[in-house]
């Protein structure tokens, strides 16, 4: 049975909204080596919009890799977490109109509060150095120590969405908790973009074999392909993994993607369709 997840229907299905800068409440803008990513907060209908990622000179397909993620996760088993639906959108302002995503806000009234910021509360050092398995029960033990939460299927469903689209972008301050009044709670998980390809030149005219190799789960710091063979080892993934996917009618970034999300759905043992 698929996960559960709450949608966003403010829009009708045959249209693609198109969301005005000037009427909306800019976020700050969200800016690293990675390059800059502009977001915003639609007050009136309470939206989050983000526009598509802008790095090394030009606009990428990153909207279309947080739509597939998000295809991914309405199909995903129910004991996996919640995957944030995100939903096409346009954004004009005074640069032009770009795509981009929009998603209903998840946390209203309460605070997002980063693994970093967990971290730092405890006066803890997250120690890139040590093994998968040390690193792995380090983010297990904090969440539960700080905020009396099991996080184990979080971390399950969040690093094998990872792996499946290939989310390069996963370090400490875009995973974490939530906490209102009435303590902690498990949030669902969001920003996937980064992935499939669509965020770095160095992709570009490397041959795919080579791309698999290149691979980083940036939590963990190492290949991505043994991060997933790591929790193999510890979990039963036949509870976490859908046993098909099917996401005929959801663009594809590249062929490359294509190819890197067939892969990754033959590794898992997944059958895929609607991916040529």
């Given at each position: 049975?698929g996960?559960?997840?709450s949608?966003v229907?403010?829009?009708?299905?045959?249209?693609?909204?198109?969301?005005?800068s000037?009427?909306?409440?800019?976020?700050?803008?969200?800016?690293?080596?990675?390059?800059?990513?502009?977001?915003w907060?639609?007050?009136?209908?309470g939206?989050y919009?983000k526009?598509?990622?802008?790095?090394?000179?030009?606009?990428?397909?990153?909207y279309?890799?947080?739509?597939?993620?998000s295809?991914?996760?309405?199909?995903l088993?129910f004991?996996?977490?919640?995957?944030l639906?995100?939903?096409?959108?346009?954004?004009?302002?005074?640069a032009?109109?770009?795509y981009?995503?929009?998603s209903?806000?998840?946390?209203p009234?309460?605070?997002?509060?980063?693994?970093k910021?967990i971290?730092?509360?405890r006066?803890?050092?997250?120690d890139?150095?040590?093994?998968?398995?040390?690193?792995?029960?380090?983010v297990?033990?904090?969440?539960?120590?700080f905020?009396?939460?099991?996080?184990?299927?979080?971390?399950?469903t969040?690093?094998?969405?990872?792996?499946?689209?290939?989310?390069?972008?996963?370090?400490?301050?875009n995973?974490?908790?939530?906490?209102?009044?009435?303590?902690?709670l498990?949030?669902?998980?969001?920003?996937?973009?980064?992935?499939?390809?669509?965020?770095?030149?160095?992709?570009e005219?490397?041959?795919?074999?080579?791309?698999?190799?290149?691979?980083?789960?940036?939590?963990?710091?190492?290949?991505?392909?043994?991060?997933?063979?790591?929790?193999a080892?510890?979990y039963n993934l036949?509870?976490?993994?859908?046993?098909?996917?099917?996401?005929?009618?959801?663009?594809?970034?590249?062929?490359?993607?294509?190819?890197?999300?067939?892969n990754?759905?033959?590794?898992?043992?997944i059958g895929?369709?609607?991916?040529e």
């Amino acid at each position: 049975m698929g996960n559960k997840t709450s949608t966003v229907s403010v829009f009708s299905a045959e249209e693609i909204p198109v969301f005005y800068s000037k009427n909306m409440m800019e976020l700050q803008l969200i800016s690293s080596s990675k390059g800059n990513q502009r977001k915003w907060y639609e007050q009136e209908k309470g939206l989050y919009v983000k526009e598509q990622f802008f790095y090394q000179g030009r606009y990428w397909k990153d909207y279309l890799v947080e739509i597939i993620s998000s295809e991914i996760g309405k199909q995903l088993p129910f004991k996996c977490a919640k995957v944030l639906q995100q939903q096409l959108c346009k954004i004009v302002d005074l640069a032009g109109t770009h795509y981009g995503v929009y998603s209903y806000d998840f946390a209203p009234g309460l605070s997002y509060v980063s693994f970093k910021r967990i971290i730092d509360a405890r006066n803890s050092y997250f120690d890139v150095r040590a093994d998968i398995a040390t690193k792995w029960d380090f983010v297990l033990e904090s969440v539960h120590n700080f905020c009396e939460l099991d996080y184990t299927d979080y971390l399950i469903t969040m690093t094998l969405l990872d792996y499946l689209i290939g989310n390069e972008d996963r370090h400490i301050n875009n995973f974490g908790v939530l906490q209102g009044d009435a303590g902690f709670l498990i949030p669902p998980l969001f920003d996937f973009g980064l992935g499939m390809f669509e965020h770095d030149l160095k992709y570009e005219h490397v041959p795919f074999r080579e791309c698999l190799q290149m691979m980083y789960s940036k939590p963990f710091h190492a290949d991505n392909q043994k991060v997933v063979d790591f929790i193999a080892k510890r979990y039963n993934l036949d509870d976490y993994l859908p046993k098909y996917l099917d996401l005929t009618g959801v663009e594809i970034p590249s062929p490359k993607a294509g190819s890197y999300l067939r892969n990754r759905c033959m590794k898992l043992g997944i059958g895929l369709k609607g991916v040529e």
